[in-house]
């Protein structure tokens, strides 16, 4: 079980817009900035969101990240076929003194 | 552009030892921390390890600590993952991954991954 807990699947029609939560506890969410990835089967992760609602060169704006208290969000709109992937929240845990993971979220694309 | 290049994966024996390797190059290595993370067959992605720039802290998931080491040589680029005490459960994609900001948890560029497959 995941320090973080993600729903395990959302879905959505093309053009649509899907947000996926993050929960966590004030050891990690609550005090530590959070990032999201984007990871394709038999490929590399892919950095989305860092310090919560930052993206990377490169990364389209359809692409939105918040965090408030001890929770983060991801949101994704105007949903593609290649946003089909696992998307991943992630921070750093003072009281473990280790990064973690949420359990990975399943985005499909309708 | 950067680039991690990882090395050393394979087939082990319950028990027995591997090290895997991670050659970075295209950014000042030295600056940055450097993380492992595995995908275990099925299973979403754990964070397994972290050293600093400078190699003066390293922090590891639960289940490695004590079986695990992190290091790195930033005179040649490079950083490790010594596996000991290897068990079934770590068998994995590992990955290694670059900090993207100094001082920053989050990681903005990966390794292919490295297969590791612990079995009798």
């Known amino acids: 079980q995941s320090v973080l807990t993600q729903p395990p699947s959302v879905s959505a029609a093309p053009g649509q817009k899907v947000t996926i939560s993050c929960s966590g506890r004030s050891s990690n969410i609550g005090n530590n900035y959070v990032s999201w990835y984007q990871h394709l089967p038999g490929t590399a992760p892919q950095l989305l969101i860092y310090?919560?609602?930052k993206r990377p060169s490169g990364i389209p704006d359809r692409f939105s990240g918040s965090q408030s208290g001890t929770s983060a969000t991801l949101g994704i709109t105007g949903l593609q076929t290649g946003d089909e992937a696992d998307y991943y929240c992630a921070t750093w845990d003072n009281s473990l003194s280790a990064g973690v993971f949420g359990g990975g979220t399943r985005v499909t694309v309708l | 552009q950067v680039q991690l290049v990882e090395s050393g994966g394979g087939v082990a024996q319950p028990g027995t030892s591997l090290r895997l390797s991670c050659a970075a190059s295209g950014f000042t290595f030295k600056t940055y921390a450097m993380h492992w993370v595995r995908q275990a067959p099925g299973k979403g992605l754990q964070w397994v390890a972290v050293?600093?720039?400078?190699?003066?802290?390293?922090y590891y998931e639960e289940s490695v600590r004590g079986r695990f080491t992190v290091s790195r040589d930033n005179s040649k680029n490079t950083l490790s993952l010594q596996l000991n005490s290897l068990r079934a459960e770590d068998t994995a994609v590992y990955y290694c991954?670059?900090?993207?900001?100094?001082?920053?948890?989050?990681?903005?560029?990966w390794g292919q991954g490295l297969l590791v497959t612990v079995s009798s």
């Open positions: 991954a670059k900090a993207h900001i100094v001082g920053g948890n989050s990681m903005d560029y």
């Open positions: 310090d919560n609602n």
């Open positions: 050293i600093s720039y400078d190699g003066s802290k390293r």
